[in-house]
C-alpha cells in the first residue's frame, strides 16, 4: 500500500477540513399565500407553483 513520503501540515490539513459545515436550507417567498417554501417546488401550504394549483391542499 502507498504511504506518504511527507508529514501534512496542520494548515493543509485543516483546509481540506473547513468545507464540512452545514448551509442553512434556500427558502423563497410563495407569491399566492407569501409563506416560506423551497425554491422549484410546489407551495406546501397552498398547493400553489407557477401561478397556477398543481397539488390539492386540504
Do not use: F
Request: net charge positive; charged share 35%; proline share 9%.
Amino acid at each position: 500500500m502507498a504511504n506518504p513520503k511527507r508529514r501534512h501540515s496542520k494548515s493543509r490539513r485543516d483546509k481540506r477540513r473547513a468545507n464540512w459545515k452545514l448551509t442553512a436550507p434556500q427558502l423563497v417567498e410563495c407569491p399566492q399565500c407569501h409563506t416560506l417554501r423551497a425554491p422549484h417546488r410546489a407551495c406546501p401550504e397552498c398547493g400553489y407553483y407557477k401561478n397556477r394549483e398543481v397539488i390539492e391542499v386540504k
